[in-house]
Every structure is written in structure tokens, then in C-alpha cells.
């Protein structure tokens, strides 16, 4: 089988892959067109999101037998279309579940202890304890949206903490011993610390907005490690202003892009909401980078090529 590397990914996977007797190409650098040329050539393609495999990509792919996304979802695929095509499909939630676990508790920790507005302040010369008092863990009750991979590997990571750990799922029967599954009702009347752990869908797209936010009886946390467009950055700001919202770590936002500094390039082209949000000093925000460690880059890889090894080989 030949198979067409469209992103850079750790060298076991080309290694191991060659090692099984797969053939390997290595394309980084052309068009989407310029591949949509010659992808009938190959059986498989290893991808992370350098374009987006629609329709017409897959209908250019007449060999194609399966497509490896090395990450977590796959919500850059027509995934429907190429099921109907017979064409099999991997992704690597198990690889990077842990990173983005203990990234998630790194932000809400850091929030709680305003950690990143202190170490601005003494690196500017002041010090000041009570204007740093934090608030700790112990005995408050997290909120987990999306209970697969990524909200198992935080509710993991939450153990030892003393608090409560309830999530919210489409699916059925998801509990385990790290978290009790829960109605939205309850979510919204018990929840202090709120993580969203939910892929790209339909169903996510905006889902934390204005009304959303106002079903919570209490003022929480909001932490999102899981994908922008879920989240209002409008609504986001608001909220926070009027004290709904304590304050939020952000893995991802709603402007995010290939482009993502072209933002900052022209002030006056920035959405008012941004611009509102990267001054506000309860939000922390990382440039998506919550499943990007070290390991998680060798966890990824191996995950991808056993998952090919166990439908081909």
C-alpha cells in the first residue's frame, strides 16, 4: 500500500510504518490542488489539518482506502462521504488525552491562584499578597461537557482534590468512578468549574452563548481546551464583565486560524470582543497547545500507525 504524508508528525510513524511494508511519500509544501492531482495514486493519506478533505478530494481519491488524522477529532473530513465510499478512517484522541488533561488542570489551577497576573506584578517590582489571595479546589463542584477521551483524562486528573465531578453527555450510560453523569439541569445548578471537552459539531458550534451562560445558577469557570467556535467570544466577555463568569482558561478561540497573528496586524481590524478579552486579567489563553507536548507527539504517532497495522496488516 502507498501512503502520502500531508503534515510533519514524529519519525516512528514513517519508520514503523516502512517496517511493516508500507510505502511512504512525503508531501509538505504543495497545493490542495496540486495533491487532488495526484492522490489517486495512493491508498492512504496521514494528515493533521493542513486543508480540509471535502467532496471533491475524496471523489479525486479513487484508491484512497483509508485517511489517519493524527489528532484528536476528524471534523476536517466529510466523514460521512467518505464512509459512503468505503474509505476507513483513524483518528488519535487516545494519544494526546493526557496532555490535554493535565493542561486543562494547569489553567484552572493558575486561575485560582492568579498566577499569571502575580508573576507579572513582582517581575514589575510590586508585591502584593492580598491582592493575590486565591481560592482553592477543595469541596467544588466541576462540570464536564463531552465525556470521551479528553473529559475522562480530566476528571482523572482532578482525583485527590476533594471536589465533585459531574458530567454532561449526548451519550448514554458514560459515568465511571471519576465522574457521575448528569442532566443539563443539574449541570447548570451545581457546577462551580465548567471544562468543555466536546469535538466540533453541529451541536457544539456557539454552544456557550448568552443564554446558555444565564442557565447557570452560580457564577463559575470557564475552561475550554476543546474548540473555539463553541464558544461566543462576545457573550464570553459580557459575561465575565457582569460576573458570571469568574474568569476562563482558553486553549482555543472563536478568531482562531491558520493566520491567527494576522489579528494583530491591523488594531482596527480586530474584533471589539478580542480586543475586550486580551485585556480583561481573569482570562489566560494558550495558542492552542493543550494536546502539544513532547510525549503526546510520540503518542499520537504510535496510536496512529497500530490502529493502520490492526485494520491492514
Known amino acids: 500500500m502507498l501512503i502520502l504524508h500531508l503534515d510533519h508528525n514524529h519519525p516512528l510513524l514513517i519508520q514503523q510504518l516502512n517496517d511493516l511494508g508500507f510505502s511512504n511519500h512525503e508531501d509538505y509544501i504543495s497545493s490542495k490542488e496540486e495533491i487532488e492531482s495526484k492522490i489517486n495514486q495512493y491508498d492512504g493519506i496521514v494528515i493533521r489539518s493542513r486543508f480540509k478533505i471535502d467532496k471533491t478530494f475524496i471523489d479525486k481519491a479513487a484508491n484512497l ?90 476528571a482523572r486528573k482532578l482525583r485527590g482534590f476533594n471536589v465533585e465531578v459531574i458530567c454532561y453527555d449526548i451519550k448514554n450510560d458514560v459515568e465511571n468512578s471519576d465522574a457521575t453523569q448528569v442532566k443539563l439541569d443539574e449541570l447548570f445548578e451545581k457546577t462551580d468549574v465548567l471544562s468543555l471537552h466536546t469535538p466540533w459539531t453541529p451541536l457544539t458550534d456557539k454552544m456557550i452563548n448568552r443564554d446558555f451562560i444565564n442557565r447557570f445558577q452560580k457564577p463559575f469557570w470557564l475552561i475550554n481546551t476543546a474548540r473555539g467556535k463553541s464558544v461566543v467570544t462576545q457573550d464570553l466577555v459580557d459575561a465575565i464583565t457582569q460576573g458570571k463568569i469568574l474568569g476562563a482558561g482558553l486553549d482555543v478561540l472563536e478568531y482562531e486560524k491558520l493566520s491567527f497573528e494576522s489579528l494583530f496586524a491591523d488594531p482596527k481590524a480586530m474584533p471589539e470582543a478580542f480586543k475586550k478579552l486580551l485585556s480583561l486579567d481573569n482570562v489566560i489563553l494558550s495558542p492552542h497547545v493543550a494536546g502539544w507536548t513532547v510525549e503526546s507527539k510520540e503518542k499520537l504517532a504510535q496510536t496512529i500507525v497500530d490502529k493502520i497495522k490492526s485494520k491492514f496488516c
Open 65 to 154: 482506502k483509508f485517511i489517519a488524522r493524527v489528532g484528536a477529532g476528524l471534523e476536517s473530513i466529510d466523514i460521512s462521504y467518505a464512509q459512503q465510499k468505503g474509505i476507513a478512517l483513524f483518528a488519535a484522541p487516545e494519544g494526546n488525552r493526557n496532555a490535554v488533561g493535565e493542561h486543562a488542570l494547569g489553567m484552572l489551577l493558575s486561575l485560582f491562584n492568579k498566577l499569571s497576573i502575580a508573576d507579572a506584578q513582582v517581575k514589575n517590582g510590586q508585591w502584593l499578597r492580598e491582592a493575590n489571595r486565591g481560592i482553592e479546589l477543595d469541596g467544588k463542584t466541576v462540570g464536564i461537557i463531552g465525556y470521551g477521551n479528553m473529559g475522562r483524562a480530566f
